[in-house]
Antibody, heavy 124, light 107 residues
Framework: EVQLVESGGALVQPGGSLRVSCAAS????????MNWVRQAPGKGLEWVSA????????NYADSVKGRFTISRDNSKNTLYLQMNSLRAGDTAVYYC?????????????????WGQGTLVAVSS | EIVLTQSPATLSLSPGERVTVSCRAS??????LAWYQQKPGQAPRLLIY???NRATGIPARFSGSGSGTDFTLTISSLESEDFAVYYC?????????FGGGTKVEFK
């Protein structure tokens, strides 16, 4: 069974930094693209970032480009999102989501399954 | 950026009724459109990928159709566990984008 478990969410001051993680199991992690998707309180879904299975290809939403960095450690089956220069508008539940088979290259995907999410709150 | 517009925003229905949710793209996404269901306090669940393919474990009452710019999610006969918010999502172009959601609520 595929499982994705996020961790690292916290209350952070504006301008601060945070790294959230996603531990994956139940599949060959390095063969699949992975994504971060966020949902602000009471709002819809917003795709944040994607990374190929090898980690060589990354993509970002314009709203986070230059501030957030997606990465992965295939030896630990773990996905990361480093978030810098955080703003109030970044407050959301951050979900990691498995994409389609993608060992390398750019593989835009649907998301299946999703983790349970981790809450990042940016406030002074 | 491809904008996905869902309609209607809210549907008030009774169990047993047929549900039709529309998703219109600002430019062609070929067949690269997915549908998700989200219940309160839960993560979204993939229902349909690439316009018409049911995800693993999804009941046959859920179906998707369309291509290009116009897509439809249909629930043939609404069951109590189907009351939720539904989102469409395109994977044809970066950045990946979602529709604004359609809430299916009890009438």
């Amino acid at each position: 069974e595929v499982q994705l478990v996020e961790s690292g969410g916290a209350l952070v001051q504006p301008g601060g930094s945070l790294r959230v993680s996603c531990a994956a199991s139940g599949f060959t992690f390095s063969n699949y693209g992975m994504n971060w998707v966020r949902q602000a309180p009471g709002k819809g879904l917003e795709w944040v970032s994607a990374i190929s299975g090898s980690g060589e290809n990354t993509n970002y939403a314009d709203s986070v480009k230059g501030r957030f960095t997606i990465s992965r450690d295939n030896s630990k089956n773990t996905l990361y999102l480093q978030m810098n220069s955080l703003r109030a508008g970044d407050t959301a539940v951050y979900y990691c989501a498995k994409g389609r088979y993608c060992s390398g290259g750019s593989c835009p995907s649907w998301f299946d399954p999703w983790g349970q999410g981790t809450l990042v709150a940016v406030s002074s | 950026e491809i904008v996905l517009t869902q309609s209607p925003a809210t549907l008030s229905l009774s169990p047993g009724e047929r549900v039709t949710v529309s998703c219109r793209a600002s430019q062609s996404v070929s067949s690269h459109l997915a549908w998700y269901q989200q219940k309160p306090g839960q993560a979204p669940r993939l229902l349909i990928y690439d316009a018409s393919n049911r995800a693993t474990g999804i009941p046959a009452r859920f179906s998707g159709s369309g291509s290009g710019t116009d897509f439809t999610l249909t629930i043939s006969s609404l069951e109590s566990e189907d009351f939720a918010v539904y989102y469409c999502q395109q994977r044809n172009n970066w950045p990946l984008t979602f529709g604004g959601g359609t809430k299916v609520e009890f009438k």
